[in-house]
């Protein structure tokens, strides 16, 4: 178990539809970050988030939009959904101390229908 | 730009042998690297880093993984393979101070009894 949860395990969703994933870092850690991974995309860097503040962007489409809150919890946030957006997606997170050794959530798994 | 790269799609190994995957980098500076395990249905489990220091770096479950300046290579290696090792492996680079990783394809090993 590596401390991090993501809610929910599974969604299954209608294209247009929108869509809030939510990530628990593991306690202590200020760092969260959003992966995508997708079997034609493989995995892929979205977004990351440091103590509230947005640190890093990647391949983040402008449907998708995420946040972290003051008890540093994240949400990433999904809308305009299509048939593409299926995909597991991960949270991860790490200590300021050691930001490369990150800590991953079991995963959403999106699909869209 | 920072990368990775993983040459094999699969490894197939039988149980007590040598396993090796490889991961070549393409970095300015000083790479920071990784080795990432992700088992069926779960998140991404950190295994070892290098960052500076003895080129042999020593991880989790019995893994290791050699540095080669000369020939950018960041090879994890295990000397007696086990079924449970079978899993999807990832090398990875960080990219920025804050964290951001740079992930390989992935390469998944078998391991046969």
């Known amino acids: 178990d590596s401390g991090v949860t993501q809610t929910p395990k599974h969604l299954i969703t209608a294209t247009g539809q929108r869509v809030t994933l939510r990530c628990s870092p593991r306690?202590?850690?200020?760092?969260v970050y959003w992966y995508q991974q997708s079997l034609d995309q493989g995995l892929q860097f979205l977004i990351q988030?440091?103590?509230?503040?947005?640190?890093a962007k990647g391949n983040i489409l402008e449907r998708f939009s995420a946040q972290q809150f003051p008890d540093l919890h994240s949400e990433l946030n999904l809308s305009s959904l299509e048939l593409g957006d299926s995909a597991l997606y991960f949270c991860?997170?790490?200590?300021?101390?050691?930001?490369?050794?990150?800590?991953f959530g079991p995963g959403t798994r999106l699909t869209v229908t | 730009a920072q990368s990775v790269a993983q040459p094999e799609d699969q490894v197939n190994v039988a149980e007590g042998n040598p396993l090796t995957v490889k991961c070549t980098y393409s970095?300015?500076?000083?790479?920071?690297l990784f080795w990432y395990v992700q088992y069926p249905n779960r998140g991404l489990q950190f295994l070892l880093k290098?960052?500076?220091?003895?080129?042999l770096v020593k991880g989790s479950y019995g893994f290791e993984a050699e540095f080669n300046k000369s020939q950018t290579s960041f090879h994890l290696k295990k000397p007696s393979a086990l079924v449970s090792d079978s899993a999807l492996y990832f090398c990875?680079?960080?990219?920025?101070?804050?964290?951001?990783?740079?992930f390989g394809a992935g390469t998944q090993v078998v391991v046969t009894p």
């Open positions: 991860a997170s790490s200590s300021s101390l050691a930001p490369g050794e990150q800590y």
């Open positions: 306690s202590g850690d200020l760092s």
């Open positions: 988030y440091y103590n509230g503040e947005e640190r």
């Open positions: 970095v300015s500076g000083n790479p920071y």
């Open positions: 290098y960052i500076t220091g003895d080129n």
């Open positions: 990875a680079v960080q990219t920025d101070s804050w964290g951001k990783l740079q």
